[in-house]
Antibody, heavy 116, light 108 residues
Framework: EVQLVESGGGLVQPGGSLRLSCVAS????????MRWIRQAPGKGLEWVAN????????YYVDSVKGRFTISRDNTKNSLSLQMSSLRAEDTAVYYC?????????WGQGTPVTVSS | ENVLTQSPGTLSLSPGERAILSCRAS???????LAWYQQKPGQAPRLLIS???SRATGIPDRFSGSGSGTDFTLTISRLESEDFAVYYC?????????FGQGTKLEIK
């Protein structure tokens, strides 16, 4: 059974940092692109970043470029999102998802709140 | 980028009725690479349809997708109580992958 389990969310002040993690199981993690997708309260879905299976290519939505870094450790079946210089508009539930073009498996999400 | 516009924003129907949800793309979706997702409150989205019309594993056959080019439709033939949720379309024919803004299907 495919499982994605996120952790690391929480309350952080504007300008602060946070590191999200996603641990995968039930499939060969190193064969798949992975993606972070977020959802602001009461809003729709927005992709944040994605990463190639070997980690050699990474892409970001413009609003997080230079502030967020996606990475992966295929030896630990884990995906990470290092977030810095956080802003109120980064407040959202962050999901990791397996990226096959469609997003066929999602984690349960981890909430991030940026507020003073 | 390929902007997806879903309509209506909210659809109010009763159990047993048919639901028709629309997703229109600003550019033709390459190879009809269009997916639909269902999201219930407090849950992650779930993939329903890929390739415009192929149901994902375990999705009941009351869900069907159709369309091509720029116009796509998700039809739920006979609504059950568990179908009331928010539905999103997503295109994966071009970069960046984009989502529609969602259609809320509510009980009338």
């Amino acid at each position: 059974e495919v499982q994605l389990v996120e952790s690391g969310g929480g309350l952080v002040q504007p300008g602060g940092s946070l590191r999200l993690s996603c641990v995968a199981s039930g499939f060969t993690f190193s064969n798949y692109w992975m993606r972070w997708i977020r959802q602001a309260p009461g809003k729709g879905l927005e992709w944040v970043a994605n990463i190639k299976p070997d980690g050699s290519e990474k892409y970001y939505v413009d609003s997080v470029k230079g502030r967020f870094t996606i990475s992966r450790d295929n030896t630990k079946n884990s995906l990470s999102l290092q977030m810095s210089s956080l802003r109120a508009e980064d407040t959202a539930v962050y999901y990791c998802a397996r990226d096959t073009g469609t997003f066929d498996y999602w984690g349960q999400g981890t909430p991030v709140t940026v507020s003073s | 980028e390929n902007v997806l516009t879903q309509s209506p924003g909210t659809l109010s129907l009763s159990p047993g009725e048919r639901a028709i949800l629309s997703c229109r793309a600003s550019q033709s979706v390459y190879n009809n690479n269009l997916a639909w997702y269902q999201q219930k409150p407090g849950q992650a989205p779930r993939l329903l349809i890929s390739g415009a019309s192929s149901r994902a594993t375990g999705i009941p056959d009351r869900f069907s997708g159709s369309g091509s080019g720029t116009d796509f439709t998700l039809t739920i033939s006979r609504l059950e109580s568990e179908d009331f949720a928010v539905y999103y379309c997503q295109q994966y024919g071009s970069l960046p992958r984009t989502f529609g803004q969602g259609t809320k299907l509510e009980i009338k």
